[in-house]
């Protein structure tokens, strides 16, 4: 069939509709391509004006989109978005003829689909011609909801329902001062509102059509006409989440935190529903610790939490009990990465070389460097290339080792910048192996002393002394006598494990220090190039010092990135190590204590001597 207009006939009186989409702009282009080699431009241009404005992306929020996106750099270098179709370029012709298309069109998803693309576009403006628009889409969507009813939801035909009704409603709400637009809104409220009302509870498609009609009253409920009609919204969702609690708690949760809102807009009880979140968790809590699942503990926390907003105090302390003793039933996840048989032999004799060919000093230069960490725009490359589409579609959530809470990611940016951490805390496992060898081996190999690394730091800053006023008075100070403490406690734990072979180190004491020192030497950096390291509380006339992460944020263009992330990644980032908190809070058990630690921390120590500082006049 190659005749354009016989096709669209043969469209406007069939069945078509939302799920023939492919199969119709396939068929466009090629009548497009039949008379564009037949020597015929006008039917040809016609035919991809179709195909085009019934592909294209349409949204009320967002515009006209692409069908297909992709991106690619321009000349100048500069990524851009590229996309078919790309309609951008329309102008008066080509809206005539869609115009005229539009107005023929009987076909209801057609003439909604050509109806919204002019709606976008800026061409249909009057209340009358917004109407006709919400009308077609109104209708459509019953008429999808008829279809999901014959084949009793196979082809999920309520989803376009649902969409086809949003659209209707939006388009209404919008121009509802206007008075025939505003009577069919009144009608397109009521039918929404029966329709959920009457929906069936034990279809599969419950959640959806309760949920996406809660959220859309929610947000409008001036568009309810009356009182009685939310009650009725909320009776049906009480009915739903129970129904739903049977075979999907999730889902219950998710259409009761719903109804929470709707019923705070309605001025209803909203904590019977959060009783039954809360009851949903600890179910949950149950079955997980059955399995055994560590989410056990965090449906536990979830539950606890509802029941302190609820100021439930027998609830509150009973749950404080249980979560005390689920968080220490679990073992949490640790993920490690071996080292390939080649790879392994590689470092070895990058670390025999090292220590051959250098002095201490040299070695010492070679740990404040940190040439085993991958740079941080390979691991954004690693990162892009490991990323799990399906994995990223949920929140990730980072526990401390009680199974604690510490940190959520779940917006789009904030998986991604998830993934990245993960991908440097993985990469950086393999690094850190390498980093503790090389320094073991140089000290076995009687290349590395407290005494070299006292040299190597009395040579730089950190070895100079340092004034400091207090309470009006100034004192002179040894930085490097704070730091020389944990270093020398570390070298003679060494030692004593050389000559005691069957020793066991203990490196608490020199982990606790040095890491803390790190953060000293970070504020005495602030302090010699003039930022300050006090903040104003906001509210109050109180002076705080300022948090490791506020410094290290303010040294952003003055330390380089890579020695500034890796500070961070091990001090402060919950995703890696945390150490500064995590001795600071007394949150580290003896067994959390090893020789990786101290060894990390050195190199920070080292990186931040490295550097050279005009202090600020």
Not at 22 to 31: D, G, S
Not at 140 to 149: M, P, T
Request: glycine share 4%; proline share 2%; hydrophobic share 40%.
């Amino acid at each position: 069939m190659q005749d354009l207009e016989q096709y669209l006939t043969y469209l406007d009186e069939a069945s078509e509709d939302v799920k023939d989409v492919h199969a119709i702009t396939e068929h466009l282009k090629e009548i497009a391509q039949y008379f564009e080699q037949d020597g015929q431009p006008e039917p040809a241009w016609q035919a991809r004006i179709n195909q085009e404005v019934i592909a294209a992306g349409k949204s009320l929020t967002q515009g006209i989109g692409y069908h297909i996106s992709f991106t690619q750099r321009d000349e100048n270098g500069v990524e851009r978005e590229f996309g078919w179709p790309d309609t951008t370029a329309y102008g008066t012709r080509e809206y005539t003829y869609i115009r005229e298309r539009y107005d023929v069109w009987r076909n209801l998803y057609f003439r909604s689909e050509y109806g919204l693309f002019l709606f976008l576009r800026k061409q249909l403006r009057t209340n009358e011609e917004v109407k006709e628009l919400a009308d077609a889409f109104f209708r459509l969507g019953k008429l999808y909801q008829e279809k999901n009813a014959v084949d009793d939801g196979a082809k999920h035909y309520m989803v376009h329902a649902l969409e086809a009704y949003q659209r209707a409603f939006y388009l209404a709400n919008a121009r509802k001062n206007d008075a025939a637009v505003g009577q069919l809104l009144r009608i397109i409220v009521s039918h929404l509102v029966a329709v959920h009302a009457n929906w069936n509870l034990t279809t599969s498609l419950t959640l959806m059509v309760l949920a996406r009609l809660t959220e859309l009253f929610t947000e409008h409920f001036k568009a309810l006409a009356t009182a009685d009609q939310a009650h009725e919204l909320l009776a049906q969702n009480w009915r739903g989440v129970h129904q739903l609690a049977l075979t999907y708690r999730h889902g219950a949760i998710e259409l009761a935190e719903l109804s929470s809102e709707l019923a705070a807009k309605a001025g209803s009880d909203r904590d019977r529903w959060a009783v039954f979140q809360a009851q949903q968790y600890e179910l949950l809590a149950q079955e997980a610790e059955q399995q055994p699942n560590l989410t056990a503990v965090t449906f536990v926390e979830r539950a606890l939490r509802i029941y302190r907003r609820l100021k439930d105090e027998p609830n509150s302390r009973r749950l404080e009990q249980e979560y005390q003793r689920l968080r220490t039933a679990f073992s949490l996840t640790k993920t490690s990465t071996p080292l390939p048989d080649d790879a392994n032999q590689q470092l070895l004799q990058y670390i025999e070389e090292t220590i051959a060919e250098r002095d201490a000093l040299g070695i010492l230069q070679e740990v404040a460097m940190t040439p085993m960490f991958r740079r941080l725009d390979n691991v954004a490359e690693v990162a892009r290339t490991q990323r799990d589409s399906f994995m990223a579609m949920f929140p990730s959530v980072i526990a401390d080792k009680h199974g604690n809470t510490v940190q959520t990611f779940t917006t789009a940016e904030e998986k991604e910048q998830f993934q990245f951490l993960s991908t440097y805390g993985l990469l950086a496992q393999i690094s850190t192996s390498v980093l503790v060898k090389l320094i073991l081996e140089a000290f076995k190999a009687d290349k590395l002393h407290a005494t070299d690394v006292e040299s190597y730091l009395r040579a730089s800053w950190v070895g100079q002394p340092r004034w400091v006023e207090s309470t009006g008075e100034r004192e002179l100070t040894h930085p490097l006598r704070l730091i020389m403490s944990g270093v020398n406690i570390l070298f003679q734990e060494l030692e004593r494990w050389r000559q005691e072979p069957d020793y066991e180190p203990d490196f608490i004491a020199c982990t606790d220090s040095l890491t803390l020192k790190v953060e000293y030497l970070l504020r005495y950096i602030c302090a010699r190039l003039g930022l300050p390291t006090f903040k104003l509380r906001e509210g109050s006339e109180v002076i705080m010092e300022k948090l490791l992460d506020e410094l290290l944020a303010d040294l952003k263009s003055k330390l380089d990135e890579e020695d500034r992330f890796f500070i961070k990644f091990f001090l402060s980032e919950k995703v890696g190590q945390n150490l500064r908190n995590r001795v600071a809070h007394g949150l580290m058990d003896d067994t959390e204590y090893g020789v990786q630690n101290a060894f990390i921390v050195l190199a920070m120590i080292l990186k931040l001597a490295s550097y050279e500082f005009q202090p600020a006049q």
